[in-house]
């Protein structure tokens, strides 16, 4: 079977600027995939072109085994980053709209909408005009638009700017759902840690390039930090000796605690024994490679502690500045 999107060699580019560079991007049909990078490096133009919005300067795709989405549109559902609700319309008109472009029409679509909005907590406001909703609750519309016909491709593009905490983790439930029911999931953020929560793939992208493609247990292994997570149950403990236990190469201290890295064959289980041994723990753990780590490795490694805190304070920077 085809995948849901290929791409190969797709180039797009702007005048003098290059938005996406030789993109090769394979989506398997049933398949939850993460798209990251920071802002500006190229999610949002590379799925318009998948959306056939945009059309690439040079390069092939496909969608749901069709040359282009216009050819599936029926099959895709799709949350575009800039945000746009026919504002004069009500809501329910607004959705039985769309789900009948999507030939999702029928006798019990009016059912399926009031039960679809009580899914994203909007019980009562078929009534109201699109434009008198909060810029949460017009997310929230649009995903039950992207949604109501049960596509088999779903697009989400930053699908949790303007929600808050309780609502993005409603949102984080639903997407789920849609891809237990079978949709393939493809989903753009710049908010690393949203793509560690949901995806099972992640692909990320930097200045039009993807530098990394692989399963988020792939890049678990591949980028082990082989380290240990160590808070003392006493602050104020005397933790210098922990140094000189065998397998440790050295400890070094972060916001977070100590973070104790080991030689490369030591069996953490045993490190993490004579730790205890050594001092009581409040907390101990082995640590996993962050995306955010994984990508400034890969975007920075080579350019030395100050592009790595640079990019690093840019990511970060980018999250906090996230609608909520």
Do not use: W
Not at 88 to 105: E, H, I, N, Q, S
Not at 155 to 166: A, N, Q, R
């Amino acid at each position: 079977m085809d995948p849901a999107i290929r791409m190969t060699g797709v180039t797009k580019t702007f005048g003098r600027m290059t938005a996406v560079a030789d993109l090769d991007l394979e989506v398997p049909r049933g398949g939850l995939y993460g798209f990251i990078g920071p802002n500006g490096a190229g999610k949002t133009t590379t799925i318009r072109m998948i959306m056939s919005i945009l059309f690439p300067d040079a390069g092939d795709l496909s969608i749901l085994g069709r040359g282009s989405a216009l050819d599936a549109k029926d099959r895709i559902g799709y949350l575009p980053e800039e945000r746009g609700l026919y504002k004069r319309m009500r809501v329910r008109p607004f959705l039985r709209y769309l789900a009948r472009l999507k030939g999702a029409d029928g006798p019990d679509l009016d059912r399926r909408i009031a039960a679809a909005l009580g899914q994203v907590g909007l019980d009562g406001v078929e009534s109201k005009r699109c434009d008198e909703l909060s810029k949460g609750m017009s997310q929230k519309v649009q995903f039950v638009a992207a949604t109501i016909h049960a596509p088999d491709l779903l697009i989400l593009d930053e699908p949790f700017s303007g929600l808050d905490p309780v609502s993005m983790r409603m949102l984080r439930d639903l997407i789920l759902e849609e891809h237990r029911r079978g949709a393939t999931v493809l989903f753009s953020t710049h908010v690393m840690p949203q793509a560690e929560e949901i995806c099972e793939h992640v692909i990320m992208v930097h200045e039009g390039r993807k530098v990394l493609d692989a399963d988020l247990g792939e890049i678990r292994n591949r980028y082990d930090p082989r380290s240990i997570r160590f808070e003392p149950l006493d602050p104020e403990a005397d933790t210098r000796g922990l140094a000189s236990i065998p397998g440790v190469e050295r400890v070094r201290a972060d916001e977070r605690g100590l973070e104790i890295l080991l030689l490369a064959g030591t069996d953490p289980a045993a490190t993490m024994r004579r730790i205890l041994d050594a001092t009581p723990a409040a907390c101990l753990e082995i640590s996993r490679p962050r995306l955010e780590d994984v990508f400034v490795e890969l975007v920075a490694g080579g350019g030395g502690a100050t592009d790595a805190h640079r990019l690093r304070a840019s990511l970060r920077e980018a999250a906090e500045e996230a609608p909520a």
